[in-house]
């Protein structure tokens, strides 16, 4: 039996709290052949980002690897000497040394494969495997570079284990303790939901309940790997990411409410009404892997039309640089951007079959005195744009009328 524990960077954050984790592990170590991923300590991450940008405008991304990397190397490795103190075996491997391959793209790579032969032999000498999360190597051996996968990509890392070691169990520990309502910091009475189904969970992450990476929920739908999230400092019962459950139809049909400040809305005014422009547009900022959102096309006019869509606050300077060279290539008039909005949905399986719910959306942010600015949706989920300063306003008003409080089945 093998077991894959993820624990995040609030769990490994200093000294105490790396014991006392690695305390845990050793316990499930004297059950199962365990296999931990860890995030690097704390906001290392942000700390390292911080300072490569003191250095440089726009980092190389090779570089930016090379060093983001460094942060999970070193948990990985006080994570392992902690589980010696404890008189338990254990092993750290980097990304490339457990045999993580990724495309050649460096910020957000996709892992291609895993190779898990060393961390099978290491597992079977009777050691615990620690993983550095977040990161894997290129494909080319003798031209191998450190890629990492995203932010919140040791998620997506213990995933990808799990699923190639046909691990009993996938844990993703965390500072909360299972995926809930709403963000449970912006939200005081968020429920814990004993089980949400991939294709929520996946609408969740992607409008920014961080609690889990969305490429990591991707690959579990994809290779059958049911998630439990729970919280690393507690002995309490998570949340079960799993297949769709036949009960659902005694559920609230509105699962959740993901909210993501960290947007901002681009704006091409006048963009010429003719074939092709949309795609020069989107092309441009997919080749440099940039992820659009909440796109929105006006009715043309003489002609122009403006077009406006939202991308990552991390995506931003990236996506304005493609831009810039796009706006004038296609003769629009300007490119705009307003870094003051934000994102609020519903999310929820029973949306798909019960009308009524949009309706029910625009009402209660009407009634809070929040404007709408876009609106996108897909068959479980409506997504409004807002103002940055209304987003803890709306979470709070539609997690009330969608009767989020109360606990959930
Ligand atoms: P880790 O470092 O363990 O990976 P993250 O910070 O990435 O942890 O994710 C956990 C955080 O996600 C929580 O502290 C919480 O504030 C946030 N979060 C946002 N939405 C949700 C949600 N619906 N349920 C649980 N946590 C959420
Ligand atoms: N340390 C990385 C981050 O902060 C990856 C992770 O924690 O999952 O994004
Ligand atoms: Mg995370």
């Known amino acids: ?14 000294a105490d709290k790396i014991r006392a984790v ?36 726009v980092p190389d991304g ?7 990397a460094t942060g999970e190397q070193a948990s990985s490795a006080l994570m392992t000497m902690a589980l010696q103190s404890l008189g338990q075996p254990a092993v750290s491997l980097t990304g490339g040394q457990a045999g993580i391959i990724t495309e050649r ?61 046909k691990a009993s169990s996938c844990e993703i520990y965390t500072d909360v303790d299972g995926v809930f309502t709403a963000d449970p910091r912006v939200v005081v009475d968020a429920q814990k939901l ?45 949340t079960l990411i799993k297949k769709e459950d036949p009960n659902m139809e005694i559920r609230n049909p509105v699962r959740a409410i ?33 992820n659009v959102d909440v796109i929105v096309q006006n009715v043309s006019s ?11 606050g991390a995506d931003l300077p990236a996506a304005q640089s493609v831009l810039r060279g796009v706006v004038s290539e ?21 949306i798909r079959s019960h009308p009524g719910y949009a309706d029910r959306m625009f009402g209660a942010l009407a009634e809070a005195g929040i404007n709408i600015l876009s609106i996108t949706t897909s068959e479980i989920r409506i997504t409004c744009l807002i103002r940055r300063e209304d987003v803890q306003l709306a979470v709070r008003a539609l997690h009330k009328t969608f009767k989020l409080e109360k606990p959930q089945a």
Do not use: C
Not at 62 to 68: A, P, S, T, W
Not at 126 to 147: K, L, M
């Open 1 to 14: 039996m093998i077991v894959v524990q993820k624990y995040g960077g609030s769990s490994v954050a200093n």
């Open 22 to 57: 690695a305390k845990r592990i050793a316990e499930t170590a004297k059950k199962a052949q365990t296999v931990v991923i860890v995030s690097a300590m704390g906001n290392t991450t942000d700390e390292l980002i911080h300072l490569a940008k003191e250095i440089a405008d």
């Open 62 to 68: 090779r570089e930016m690897d090379k060093l983001l």
């Open 105 to 165: 793209v460096f910020n957000k790579a996709r892992i291609v494969r895993v190779a898990p032969n060393r961390i099978k032999q290491e597992l079977d000498e009777g050691n615990v495997v620690v993983v550095a999360g977040f990161q894997g190597i290129t494909e080319n051996a003798s031209w191998a570079d450190i890629t990492t996968l995203g932010r919140g990509g040791s998620d997506t890392t213990a995933v990808a284990i799990a699923a190639a070691l």
């Open 194 to 238: 004993p089980s949400i189904s991939y294709e929520e969970m996946l609408e969740m992450a992607s409008q920014g309940a961080r609690v889990m990476h969305s490429r990591a929920v991707e690959l579990a739908e994809l290779y059958d790997v049911e998630i439990l999230v729970a919280n690393s400092a507690k002995n309490v019962p998570g």
């Open 258 to 290: 993901p909210h993501d400040a960290d947007v901002a809305r681009l704006t091409i005014s006048s963009v010429p009404d003719k074939p092709g422009i949309a795609y020069k547009i989107f092309h441009a900022l997919a080749d440099r892997n940039i």
């Open 302 to 312: 003489d002609g122009v039309t403006d077009l406006s869509f939202t991308v990552t």
């Open 330 to 350: 296609i003769g629009a008039k300007s490119l705009n951007t307003d870094v003051d909005v934000a994102k609020v949905a519903i999310v929820g399986t029973g």
